[in-house]
């Protein structure tokens, strides 16, 4: 396990819009994924904020990101980061990866950047839906996102 992850393996996507995800294939990126979304200002570097994995499709994790149910709170809170930091004007950017492993190829991508230096929404504490108000957990949303992208 290297220092700093690398992605030149990879593939890259930028991140679709609901209309462009609801007009993909169904079958578009079935499979088992590994991937990090990124976020840059301009023609900045990127910078990862999330780690995630799939074991069904990564359409459809991107779907669930657009539609950021406040009932997943995963879903929610990247869902709602992608937006916010999208009207900031950051390009946001997936970069995926196949895997046999996705458990195992998430949780070795959290540690390796944990250490090397990006803030990721992984490490944060997650809201209960039942019991925290939707408002407020948009604004915790809110100030992470300011606070990554001000450093």
């Known amino acids: 396990m290297s220092d700093s992850p690398t992605f030149e393996q990879f593939q890259t996507l930028d991140f679709p819009t609901l209309a462009v995800v609801r007009s993909w294939d169904p079958h578009y990126l079935e499979g088992e994924y590994v991937y990090v979304i990124f976020w840059a200002m301009d023609n900045g570097s990127e ?8 074991e069904k499709s ?6 669930d990101y657009c539609v950021a149910q406040w009932g997943a709170s995963t879903d929610f809170w990247v869902g709602e980061a992608i937006k916010y930091l999208s009207g900031k004007g950051c390009r946001i950017v997936i ?5 046999s ?3 195992k190829a998430e949780e070795d991508l959290i540690r ?3 250490v090397s230096g ?3 929404i992984n ?3 997650r809201h ?3 019991t925290h108000e939707q408002e407020a957990e948009r604004s915790f949303i809110q100030r992470y996102c300011d606070l990554i992208t001000s450093t």
């Open 58 to 63: 990564l359409r459809i994790r991107m779907w």
């Open 95 to 99: 970069r995926y990866q196949p895997t």
């Open 118 to 120: 990006p803030r990721l």
């Open 47 to 54: 910078t990862p904020f999330y780690v995630g994995m799939t």
């Open 112 to 114: 390796q950047l944990q």
């Open 128 to 130: 209960r839906y039942q």
């Open 123 to 125: 490490g944060l504490r």
């Open 101 to 103: 492993e996705p458990r």
